[in-house]
């Protein structure tokens, strides 16, 4: 089993919409990250939380919450969707005691009509 | 703002060649500077990281070249094989450990 995993794999929504975006990680990690990329941008950071209690805002957080549901979950929502939101989206964790080192589940490609 | 500029967006080599990637930065207080590797359909995955007390670091066919004063790095894939083909980046991260990705470079190894 992949020790990061995302859900959906693949979503179709409509502008206005409300989504969620799931990571689950079995590495026991510490510290989760929501990324998305674009064409031509690389990976950019939206959100990070280093523990159950701890969120912080990336650089592009605005349009987008997240939940640390437990050390293991952690979710990325829009709360109404717009076009400008397809992107692929990816979850990552790391661990503390390891490093920085950053561990990236499969992504979700997100398209917003 | 991008904080960590990479160079070329693309390149095309022979099987057997080397491929460079470049990447610049300004923030001095980096410390980790990692290199991803992205297949089509996969996220990215870590290939070789160096720290800046070090000049070179190497890992089978990949080496990284490190240049603090010049605040670059490079990867350099050392007789590239088909299977190399596919999209990376650099990155870099102080002790938030916030990565602060390039663009991305598509290798492409032709056979």
């Known amino acids: 089993d992949a020790d990061v995993t995302q859900t959906p794999r693949n979503r179709i929504t409509k502008t206005g919409k409300r989504i969620m975006l799931e990571c689950s990680q079995t590495?026991?990690?510490?510290?989760m990250y929501w990324y998305r990329q674009d064409p031509g941008l690389g990976l950019r950071l939206i959100y990070y939380?280093?523990?159950?209690?701890?969120?912080n805002k990336g650089e592009i957080s605005d349009g987008y919450s997240v939940s640390r549901q437990a050390q293991a979950k952690f979710s990325l929502s829009l709360e109404s969707a717009i076009p400008n939101q397809t992107a692929l989206y990816f979850c990552?964790?790391?661990?503390?005691?390891?490093?920085?080192?950053?561990?990236f589940g499969p992504g979700t490609r997100l398209t917003v009509l | 703002q991008q904080q960590v500029k990479q160079s070329p967006q693309s390149l095309i080599v022979q099987k057997g060649g080397i491929s460079i990637i470049n990447c610049a930065y300004e923030?001095?207080?980096?410390?980790?500077f990692p290199w991803y590797q992205q297949f089509p359909g996969k996220g990215p995955a870590l290939l070789i990281a160096?720290?800046?007390?070090?000049s070179e670091k190497k890992e089978g066919r990949f080496t990284i070249s490190f240049n603090k004063s010049a605040k670059q790095f490079s990867l350099h894939i050392m007789d590239s094989q088909p299977g190399d083909s596919a999209t990376y980046f650099c990155?870099?991260?102080?002790?938030?450990?916030?990565?602060?990705f390039g663009a991305g470079t598509t290798v492409t190894v032709r056979a």
């Open positions: 939380s280093f523990d159950v209690k701890d969120i």
């Open positions: 590495k026991g990690h510490d510290r």
């Open positions: 990552a964790t790391s661990d503390r005691d390891r490093g920085q080192a950053q561990y």
């Open positions: 160096i720290r800046p007390d070090v």
């Open positions: 923030n001095t207080a980096f410390d980790y």
């Open positions: 990155a870099a991260t102080a002790n938030d450990y916030k990565l602060s």
